[in-house]
């Protein structure tokens, strides 16, 4: 039953993000162009709420919903990697039109060729994870 709700809320995610044309091209372009403030209002959005979410865990302590107790964990700080990391993921996500979470609304959406996308995205995640012992940190 928990599985369906997931499903749900998926699909309820993915009709909005869709629908505020957070997964469009188009949009994409015009913000790496600067000619708009519309994803980066969603964008903004999304990260004060993220933002707003995790103090809230941390400061209440707050469960999983099968009560587990909800970790995070500190991240390094380093430069260098999140300069590079960030510059090869804004590079593929204008190269594409498409960050991780919209490749699956468009491809809901019926544009087929994302599945390319897709599998280049599954592709580079599995030689990351063979390579990430190797990598700097």
Known sequence: MKQLVYLLVGVV???IMYKSEAASWFRIYEMFRFE???MYG???TALAFGMLFVYVIKRFNIKSF???HIYIQPKEKSFTRYIVGGILFGLGWALVGACPGPIFVLLGAGFLPVIIVLVSAVLGTFVY?????KLPH
Not at 129 to 133: E, M, W
């Open 13 to 15: 995610f993915g009709i």
């Open 129 to 133: 994870g063979l390579l990430c012992d």
């Open 42 to 44: 969603i964008i903004g």
């Open 66 to 68: 099968s009560g587990q």
């Open 36 to 38: 708009s403030f519309h």
